[in-house]
C-alpha cells in the first residue's frame, strides 16, 4: 500500500502562484510515475503535469511553461513530488489530484494509488 498526502492548494487572486505537494510513503516501492491531475466541476478528471522514474515529465498544452512538476526522493524512503503553478487563471481552479504509479519492491504487486485531493481557487 501506498499513502498520498497532499498540501499546498489555497485561494489566489489571477497571475499569482500556488505551490502544491505530494509526499508518498508506506510500502517499498518503486515509482514508474508520479503526476498530478486536476477536476473541475462538471469536468473530467484531466492530466496536468507528469514525471516518470527516469526524470523525464509533460504537461498539458494548457499549463505548459506556467507549472513545473519536480521530484524528490528524501533520505527517510519518502518520495515527495512538487507542482510548482504560476501565472495562474481562473480556469486553473479545480480539485487537483496527486497520483502515483509503481510496483511494490517486496511483492512486485502494482501500485496505482490518488491523493485526497486539494482544492485551488483562482479568482479573477
Known amino acids: 500500500q501506498v499513502q498520498l498526502v497532499e498540501s499546498g492548494g489555497g485561494l489566489v487572486q489571477s497571475g499569482g502562484s500556488l505551490n502544491l505537494s505530494c509526499t508518498a510513503s508506506?510500502?517499498?516501492?518503486?515509482?514508474?510515475?508520479m503526476g498530478w491531475y486536476r477536476q473541475a466541476p462538471g469536468q473530467q478528471r484531466e492530466l496536468v503535469a507528469i514525471?516518470?522514474?527516469?526524470?523525464?515529465?509533460?504537461?498539458?498544452d494548457n499549463v505548459k511553461g506556467r507549472f513545473t512538476i519536480s521530484r524528490l526522493n528524501r533520505l527517510d524512503a519518502k518520495t515527495t513530488v512538487y507542482l510548482k503553478m504560476n501565472a495562474l487563471k481562473p480556469e486553473d481552479t479545480a480539485v487537483y489530484y496527486c497520483?502515483?504509479?509503481?510496483?511494490?519492491?517486496?511483492?512486485?504487486?502494482?501500485?496505482?494509488?490518488w491523493g485526497q485531493g486539494t482544492l485551488v481557487t483562482i479568482s479573477s
Open positions: 514525471t516518470t522514474a527516469g526524470g523525464s515529465t509533460n504537461y498539458a
Open positions: 497520483n502515483f504509479r509503481g510496483y511494490s519492491e517486496p511483492t512486485g504487486a502494482a501500485l496505482d494509488a
Open positions: 508506506g510500502t517499498i516501492f518503486r515509482i514508474v510515475a
